[in-house]
């Protein structure tokens, strides 16, 4: 924090507008992480002033998604949203194809949590779409767990194992071990609630808890347990 603070003093001397929002942003994205959302709110706001001055659409979109990400945490889900469709305009301007999947993750988190879960599998899938066009693995385990789980609360469970079957191999692929266990964990979930299929669920929650007590993923190991001791 105090070498980007020097960064946008020197920035301020030079007259260097697009390295100062870039620094507002970097400040912001700091302050976010730390708690602090009153102070990053702020300083992306500066940087949207300082990005629709210079015309920088790159940076529009950072400090844009930045305060969309901190009113979608404070609860302030139609600003948010209103934000989350600025930054997808621009990343269609732009051709970020990797920005567009984020700012579609959220848009559709937000359905996902106002119960429109028609709107929220359509931007799950598109997402996933971009995704596959990017290889993009991580984002596309994030959107198909999605999926999965408005598939788990409609009741389609069949639908809902077969995504996380593909979730689980990404996760593999990445060898991320917090990934893993969460697919595996919520196969469990989901294979509980099938006829027959107890034995196969029992298994997965097996798994899932020896991976993350075996990499010391302490908050999941007690979530998995609950799910266990449910079967």
Do not use: W
């Amino acid at each position: 924090m105090a070498l980007h603070k020097e960064e946008e003093r020197i920035c301020r001397e030079l007259g260097n507008k697009d390295g100062l929002s870039r620094t507002f942003v970097n400040q912001a994205n700091i302050l976010k992480n730390r708690g602090d959302l009153d102070g990053a709110m702020a300083l992306y706001i500066e940087a949207e002033h300082v990005c629709r001055e210079l015309g920088n659409k790159d940076g529009l979109f950072n400090s844009l998604g930045g305060q969309a990400l901190i009113l979608k945490i404070c609860g302030n889900l139609d600003g948010a949203m209103t934000l989350f469709k600025e930054t997808e305009r621009l990343c269609h301007e732009l051709g970020n194809k990797a920005g567009l999947s984020r700012t579609l993750d959220n848009q559709a988190l937000i359905l996902q949590a106002r119960g429109n879960l028609n709107g929220a599998m359509e931007l799950f899938k598109e997402e996933a779409t971009l995704c596959r066009e990017t290889g993009n693995k991580k984002g596309l385990q994030i959107s198909l767990g999605n999926q999965a789980s408005i598939l788990h609360t409609r009741g389609n469970f069949d639908g809902a194992i077969g995504l996380l079957k593909e979730q689980e191999r990404l996760c593999r692929e990445l060898g991320n071990p917090e990934l893993l266990t969460i697919s595996l964990a919520n196969q469990a979930g989901v294979l509980k609630r099938i006829p027959g299929r107890r034995d196969e669920a029992c298994r997965l929650a097996d798994e899932a808890l020896g991976i993350a007590i075996r990499h010391g993923l302490r908050q999941l190991v007690t979530g998995v347990q609950r799910i266990r001791e449910s079967i």
